[in-house]
């Protein structure tokens, strides 16, 4: 394994529309119909829509890279989770996912700390995360790194609604 954590650009986006695919289908796949999955797979990891995602100033993704083939991805940008208290020049960690075989070896730390410095690259402000309520170990990890459970609201896949928990760590814990 060389692994390396890279940013991606522009012309990554089938690269991350395959592998977003891929991870939520690895760590949730089994929660949902097979076409509830597929149309959310179609809406939120169109190939058209990374591109956008990619292109746009006020976001970024990193893949975490073996070999120059990408085994995992984050994404950050402005915050669009429903909570009364979300500023604007607020923050959002948005996708943190790594293959499975590529877990518990640190890296989705260093994923996770490249996402929060870029996010406060103009200083420190409240950072958010939304997180399955049964996803127990992402919520122990966010935790470790000063994040606490504020609400919650519900996650569209497909006709199904998941319940959500958002967190948040306040700016200056840096
Ligand atoms: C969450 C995730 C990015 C963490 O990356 P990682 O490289 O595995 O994490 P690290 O090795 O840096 O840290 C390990 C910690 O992750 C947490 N963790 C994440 N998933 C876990 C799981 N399935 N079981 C137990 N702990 C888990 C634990 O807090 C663990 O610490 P511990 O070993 O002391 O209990 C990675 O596990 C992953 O991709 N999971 C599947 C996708 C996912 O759930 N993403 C979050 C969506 S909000």
């Given at each position: ?47 058209e ?41 607020d ?29 406060q690259r ?8 939304g ?41 200056g814990?840096?």
């Amino acid at each position: 394994m060389t692994l390396a954590i890279r940013r991606a650009t522009v012309n990554d986006a089938q690269t991350l529309s395959r592998l977003a695919r891929r991870t939520f289908d690895e760590t949730f796949g089994h929660l949902y119909p097979p076409e509830d999955l597929q149309a959310f797979f179609d809406d939120a990891y169109a190939v058209e829509k990374q591109r956008v995602i990619l292109a746009h100033p006020d976001y970024a993704v990193w893949f975490l890279e073996d070999g120059g083939e990408a085994v995992g991805h984050a994404a950050a940008g402005p915050c669009g989770l429903p909570h009364p208290e979300v500023a604007p020049g607020d923050g959002e960690l948005k996708r943190l996912y790594l293959l499975k075989e590529y877990q518990r070896g640190g890296w989705g730390g260093r994923m996770f700390d490249t996402a929060m410095a870029w996010l406060q690259r103009k200083g420190p402000c409240p950072l958010w995360i939304g997180v399955w309520s049964e996803n127990v170990g992402a919520q122990r990890f966010y935790a470790r790194k000063g994040f606490e459970i504020v609400g919650e609201y519900r996650f569209p896949v497909g006709r199904v609604r998941d319940r959500e928990f958002i967190m948040r760590r306040k700016g200056g814990a840096l």
